[in-house]
Nanobody, 114 residues
Framework: VQLQASGGGLVQAGGSLRLSCAASRSISSIDVMGWYRQAPGKQRELVAH???????NYRDSVKGRFTIPRSNAKNTVYLQMNSLKPEDTAVYYCNAQMYTTNYWGQGTQVTVSS
Protein backbone atom coordinates (compact mmCIF):
# COMPACT_ATOMS: atom_id res chain seq x y z
CA VAL A 1 0.00 0.00 0.00
CA GLN A 2 1.36 3.40 -0.95
CA LEU A 3 0.16 6.42 0.97
CA GLN A 4 0.40 10.03 -0.17
CA ALA A 5 -0.10 12.62 2.54
CA SER A 6 -0.70 16.31 2.01
CA GLY A 7 -2.22 19.39 3.59
CA GLY A 8 0.22 20.49 6.25
CA GLY A 9 1.24 24.08 6.78
CA LEU A 10 1.52 27.00 9.14
CA VAL A 11 -1.55 28.17 11.02
CA GLN A 12 -2.26 30.40 13.99
CA ALA A 13 -3.53 28.98 17.24
CA GLY A 14 -7.27 28.45 17.05
CA GLY A 15 -7.16 27.84 13.33
CA SER A 16 -7.93 24.75 11.28
CA LEU A 17 -6.16 22.48 8.83
CA ARG A 18 -7.18 19.38 6.95
CA LEU A 19 -4.68 16.70 6.11
CA SER A 20 -5.32 14.18 3.35
CA CYS A 21 -3.96 10.67 2.91
CA ALA A 22 -4.59 9.04 -0.45
CA ALA A 23 -4.09 5.28 -0.60
CA SER A 24 -3.07 3.26 -3.66
CA ARG A 25 -5.82 0.75 -3.03
CA SER A 26 -9.35 0.64 -1.73
CA ILE A 27 -9.35 1.84 1.87
CA SER A 28 -12.27 -0.45 2.64
CA SER A 29 -9.81 -3.33 2.25
CA ILE A 30 -7.41 -1.83 4.79
CA ASP A 31 -7.85 -2.96 8.39
CA VAL A 32 -6.95 0.32 10.07
CA MET A 33 -6.04 3.76 8.75
CA GLY A 34 -4.87 6.58 10.88
CA TRP A 35 -2.61 9.46 11.67
CA TYR A 36 0.43 9.68 13.91
CA ARG A 37 2.59 12.64 14.75
CA GLN A 38 6.10 13.26 15.96
CA ALA A 39 7.26 16.47 17.57
CA PRO A 40 10.98 17.32 17.81
CA GLY A 41 12.65 15.27 20.51
CA LYS A 42 9.57 13.18 21.14
CA GLN A 43 8.39 9.75 20.15
CA ARG A 44 5.85 9.21 17.41
CA GLU A 45 2.36 9.04 18.86
CA LEU A 46 -1.05 7.99 17.64
CA VAL A 47 -3.38 10.90 16.91
CA ALA A 48 -6.42 9.10 15.57
CA HIS A 49 -7.35 6.00 13.65
CA UNK A 50 -10.33 4.35 12.06
CA UNK A 51 -10.99 0.67 11.52
CA UNK A 52 -12.62 -0.52 8.32
CA UNK A 53 -15.95 -0.91 10.14
CA UNK A 54 -15.85 2.80 10.95
CA UNK A 55 -14.79 2.61 14.58
CA UNK A 56 -12.65 5.59 15.53
CA ASN A 57 -10.16 6.22 18.29
CA TYR A 58 -8.57 9.52 19.29
CA ARG A 59 -5.86 10.43 21.71
CA ASP A 60 -7.28 12.37 24.65
CA SER A 61 -5.58 15.65 23.82
CA VAL A 62 -7.33 15.92 20.44
CA LYS A 63 -10.80 14.66 21.33
CA GLY A 64 -13.43 17.20 20.42
CA ARG A 65 -11.02 19.05 18.12
CA PHE A 66 -9.91 16.50 15.51
CA THR A 67 -11.94 14.14 13.39
CA ILE A 68 -10.93 11.47 10.87
CA PRO A 69 -13.44 11.43 8.02
CA ARG A 70 -12.86 9.34 4.92
CA SER A 71 -13.94 9.07 1.31
CA ASN A 72 -14.15 5.51 0.03
CA ALA A 73 -14.71 6.83 -3.48
CA LYS A 74 -11.41 8.69 -3.37
CA ASN A 75 -9.55 6.08 -1.31
CA THR A 76 -8.67 8.92 1.00
CA VAL A 77 -8.64 9.43 4.75
CA TYR A 78 -8.53 12.92 6.18
CA LEU A 79 -7.55 14.46 9.47
CA GLN A 80 -9.68 17.50 10.16
CA MET A 81 -7.97 19.57 12.81
CA ASN A 82 -9.84 22.41 14.48
CA SER A 83 -8.96 24.69 17.39
CA LEU A 84 -5.31 23.99 16.82
CA LYS A 85 -2.85 24.60 19.62
CA PRO A 86 0.91 25.20 19.55
CA GLU A 87 1.39 21.78 21.14
CA ASP A 88 -0.13 20.21 18.02
CA THR A 89 2.99 21.25 16.13
CA ALA A 90 4.62 18.13 14.70
CA VAL A 91 5.25 16.13 11.58
CA TYR A 92 2.10 14.16 10.85
CA TYR A 93 2.26 10.71 9.27
CA CYS A 94 -0.46 8.72 7.61
CA ASN A 95 -0.54 5.02 8.54
CA ALA A 96 -2.26 1.94 7.17
CA GLN A 97 -2.33 -1.44 8.85
CA MET A 98 -3.05 -4.64 6.94
CA TYR A 99 -2.71 -7.91 8.76
CA THR A 100 0.58 -7.49 10.63
CA THR A 101 2.16 -4.94 8.31
CA ASN A 102 2.31 -1.20 8.82
CA TYR A 103 2.57 1.18 5.88
CA TRP A 104 3.59 4.80 6.22
CA GLY A 105 3.17 7.86 4.10
CA GLN A 106 5.69 10.64 4.01
CA GLY A 107 5.32 13.13 6.81
CA THR A 108 3.67 16.49 6.46
CA GLN A 109 4.65 19.35 8.73
CA VAL A 110 2.02 21.12 10.81
CA THR A 111 3.15 24.24 12.64
CA VAL A 112 0.83 26.13 14.96
CA SER A 113 1.97 29.58 16.02
CA SER A 114 0.84 31.17 19.27
Amino acid sequence: VQLQASGGGLVQAGGSLRLSCAASRSISSIDVMGWYRQAPGKQRELVAHMTNDGTTNYRDSVKGRFTIPRSNAKNTVYLQMNSLKPEDTAVYYCNAQMYTTNYWGQGTQVTVSS
